[in-house]
T-cell receptor, first 109, second 114 residues
Framework: RKEVEQDPGPFNVPEGATVAFNCTYS??????FFWYRQDCRKEPKLLMS???SGNEDGRFTAQLNRASQYISLLIRDSKLSDSATYLC??????????FGDGTTLTVKP | NAGVTQTPKFQVLKTGQSMTLQCAQD?????MSWYRQDPGMGLRLIHY???????DQGEVPNGYNVSRSTTEDFPLRLLSAAPSQTSVYFC?????????????FGQGTRLTVV
């Protein structure tokens, strides 16, 4: 079993739709959690950190459930520019980051 | 601010050749790491370093060496290239992984081994 597992996708949604991505992790010692965005043939860039209390940044909402070892990302009112691959990332305090395989989102007109 | 600089951007090697992928950051970050990304997959950790003089293995270290003689530089060496090492390589740095700190990535090196 992979340490970090994401919805396999791909997700194809119309503009304006709400879409949710899920991620689970197996290492209970994990301390930090993130969502990164990766555009085609580009490097990953931080979308948002994920905090225990949940956090929101505009149309994006991230949630963490430590008991279930589960992370989610909700995108509301999808835009064409949201089309990308979304990577779930989990860090341990030992200094290791583990990436999920990513979920690809395509937003269509 | 240059951020994380990787060179080269593209490289073709013959099986058995060796080469070094360069990575430099100018943000005085403690933590640096190397990943490879194969088609349709996430990033897999090759090696990482929590500070100058300290390196450790990640998930897929075989066939690669690293060193961290300075805070700024973290080169990745392919000892004897194999077709299985054809991939996109990303270098990353962050202030620390002990807190919720952002990782900054270089633009990647697309390596083909023939």
């Amino acid at each position: 079993r992979k340490e970090v597992e994401q919805d396999p996708g791909p997700f194809n949604v119309p503009e304006g739709a709400t879409v949710a991505f899920n991620c689970t992790y197996s290492n209970s010692a994990s301390q930090s959690f993130f969502w990164y965005r990766q555009d085609c043939r580009k490097e990953p860039k931080l979308l948002m950190s994920v905090y225990s209390s949940g956090n929101e940044d505009g149309r994006f909402t991230a949630q963490l459930n430590r008991a279930s070892q589960y992370i989610s990302l909700l995108i509301r009112d999808s835009k064409l520019s949201d089309s990308a691959t979304y990577l779930c990332v989990v860090n341990t305090n030992a200094g290791k980051s583990t990436f999920g395989d990513g979920t690809t989102l395509t937003v269509k007109p | 601010n240059a951020g994380v600089t990787q060179t080269p951007k593209f490289q073709v090697l013959k099986t058995g050749q060796s080469m070094t992928l360069q990575c430099a950051q100018d943000m005085n970050h403690e933590y640096m790491s190397w990943y490879r990304q194969d088609p349709g997959m996430g990033l897999r950790l090759i090696h990482y370093s929590v500070g100058a003089g300290i390196t450790d293995q990640g998930e897929v270290p075989n066939g690669y060496n690293v060193s961290r003689s300075t805070t700024e530089d973290f080169p990745l060496r392919l000892l004897s290239a194999a077709p299985s090492q054809t991939s996109v390589y990303f270098c990353a740095s962050s202030y620390s992984t002990r807190q919720n700190t952002e990782a900054f990535f270089g633009q990647g090196t697309r390596l083909t081994v023939v």
